[in-house]
């Protein structure tokens, strides 16, 4: 039996994209609408809204999305800024950053999990003298004389 509580997760808003099962996607996929994936995509997957992988789907490549709700197949690492859902017949092999994080008995999850991490920006190298400066400069001692650094929150 389908709870409410599945098909309301599972609901696309009108004017969302969707991938069909039979299709497959060789490339990245953005879009500024929510989203539905039951195909194959290899490439990264960014949408500024919600993003659903099926049962039936397999993405080979990074998601960034708003919220997720995964029920396929994920190889890439996951960026969530609100809401990761991953159900009991999900794989994900990467790490998954997210805000808020619920994974159901039975998930199968390959990677770090983290709170809210968002990639770092990749570094160019025709940066202008003074910004790889200040990129390279080390933060101030604390009182005991050693360097603070910045760690990474974990669900850990």
Same mark, same amino acid.
């Given at each position: 039996?389908?709870?409410? +509580?599945?098909?309301?997760?599972?609901? %696309?808003? &009108?004017? *969302?994209? +969707?991938? #069909?099962?039979?299709?497959?996607?060789?490339?990245?996929?953005? !879009?500024?609408?929510?989203?539905? %994936?039951?195909?194959?995509? +290899?490439?990264?997957?960014?949408?500024?809204?919600?993003?659903?992988? /099926?049962?039936?789907?397999?993405? +080979?490549?990074h998601? $960034?999305?708003?919220?997720?709700?995964?029920?396929?197949?994920?190889?890439?690492?996951? $960026?969530?800024?609100?809401? *990761?859902?991953?159900? @009991?017949?999900?794989?994900?092999?990467?790490?998954?950053n997210?805000?808020?994080?619920?994974?159901?008995?039975?998930?199968?999850?390959?990677?770090?999990?983290?709170?809210?991490?968002? &990639?770092? #920006?990749?570094?160019?190298?025709?940066? &202008?003298?003074?910004?790889?400066?200040?990129?390279? !400069?080390? *933060?101030?001692?604390?009182?005991a004389? /050693?360097?603070?650094?910045?760690? @990474?929150? /974990?669900?850990?």
């Amino acid at each position: 039996m389908i709870s409410v +509580r599945h098909l309301f997760r599972n609901i %696309i808003v &009108p004017g *969302a994209f +969707r991938i #069909p099962k039979t299709v497959s996607v060789n490339g990245s996929i953005d !879009a500024s609408v929510s989203g539905r %994936i039951d195909g194959n995509v +290899r490439g990264d997957v960014k949408t500024t809204g919600k993003l659903v992988v /099926s049962e039936t789907a397999s993405i +080979r490549g990074h998601i $960034y999305a708003t919220d997720l709700v995964v029920h396929g197949k994920v190889y890439g690492d996951v $960026y969530i800024s609100n809401k *990761a859902h991953i159900s @009991n017949k999900a794989l994900v092999k990467g790490d998954v950053n997210a805000m808020v994080l619920e994974i159901e008995e039975g998930a199968v999850v390959e990677g770090a999990i983290r709170k809210n991490v968002m &990639p770092a #920006p990749k570094a160019t190298s025709e940066l &202008p003298a003074e910004a790889a400066i200040a990129q390279t !400069a080390i *933060a101030p001692a604390d009182a005991a004389g /050693s360097v603070e650094e910045e760690q @990474n929150t /974990s669900w850990f």
